[in-house]
């Protein structure tokens, strides 16, 4: 897994938004200790985000917004992700800068 090493923490934060690839995901729950305000497990098993309402996201490829104060917590969740199945992306351009396709 590629991540860059730490969120930024200058001031010059973007739009940022998370979602999970749920093919890749293992069901460990790491992501939701990490940050349960975005994170949660369905009864399938797998995680999925939630919108800024707190209501599961369980649609393919459904995005949530990363709250500016969770941004460490969600940088933290895709670093220890055992399956690489977290992905955070610039709202503007849906470039990648944490998770698994990070430049």
């Known amino acids: ?3 860059q090493q730490d969120a930024p923490t200058d001031g010059a934060a973007q739009d940022l938004e998370v979602w999970i690839d749920q093919d890749l995901c293992t069901g460990d729950g790491i992501c939701v200790q990490y940050a349960p305000e975005v994170f949660e497990l369905d009864i399938d ?3 999925y985000v939630k919108s800024e309402e707190d209501e599961l996201l369980q649609d393919k490829g459904a995005t949530t917004p990363v709250p500016l104060p969770l941004l460490q ?3 933290d969740s895709a670093k220890e992700c055992p399956g690489d199945c977290i992905h955070v992306r610039r709202v503007s351009d849906r470039v990648e800068v944490y998770g698994p396709e990070a430049a």
């Open 73 to 75: 917590d969600v940088v």
């Open 1 to 3: 897994m590629t991540v």
């Open 45 to 47: 098993g797998l995680a």
